[in-house]
């Protein structure tokens, strides 16, 4: 199997998805399977495209210890074609990736960030979302960092495992 690409989506592309970029990136280094995964974020919309990560969101990250090199961007349609799975940061952003999507293949590849959280649910206040911080204080880009470190984990497994039937596959086991 070649690199696995994951590809993370939120509204502008400044402050969620790239937090979740760093935060799985930062994983995926720590499992030393840099060479085997690929990360990016993108937004839905494109009124960032080009802008640096919203200073809160370096802020939170670099408190925490993420590195985070960015310039915003909007997912297109093609891109669909070079990710292996496109994960949305809300319900929103879900509904509009598959709806962009060129195939029920592509739109399949559509998933949300905390679906991944075990502790997530529509009861938690927050359901399967990780919140707009844009327009709040720093809080809410502490409280997305912990949604999205919570979700993480997860995510990688899933990824790995993914790796793993791949790389069987490959030598003709099942």
């Known amino acids: 199997m070649d690199t696995y690409s994951v590809c993370f989506v939120c509204t502008g592309n400044i402050c969620r998805s790239p937090m979740a970029e760093a935060v799985f990136r930062s994983h995926v ?6 060479g085997r995964i690929a990360s990016s974020s993108a937004g839905t919309g494109g009124w960032h495209i080009g802008d640096p990560a919203d200073r809160r969101t370096t802020a939170t990250l670099g408190e925490a210890g993420y590195q985070l090199v960015h310039a915003a961007r909007q997912f297109e349609p093609d ?3 070079e990710h292996d799975l496109v994960v949305a940061l809300d319900e929103g952003h879900e509904r509009e990736l598959r709806a962009m999507a ?3 293949d ?3 590849k559509v998933r949300l960030l905390r679906s991944y ?8 206040g927050f ?10 204080d720093i809080a809410g880009f502490e409280e997305c960092l912990r949604l999205v470190e919570a979700a993480v984990p997860g995510l990688l497994a899933e990824v790995t495992a993914t790796l793993d039937v791949g790389r069987t596959a490959g030598r003709g086991e099942a």
């Open 29 to 34: 280094a720590d499992a030393g399977l840099e």
């Open 127 to 136: 359901g399967f979302d990780v919140p707009d911080p844009y327009y709040g």
């Open 106 to 108: 592509d739109a399949a």
């Open 117 to 124: 959280d075990p502790s997530a649910s529509e009861g938690d």
């Open 79 to 81: 891109w669909f074609a």
């Open 102 to 104: 060129p195939t029920p």
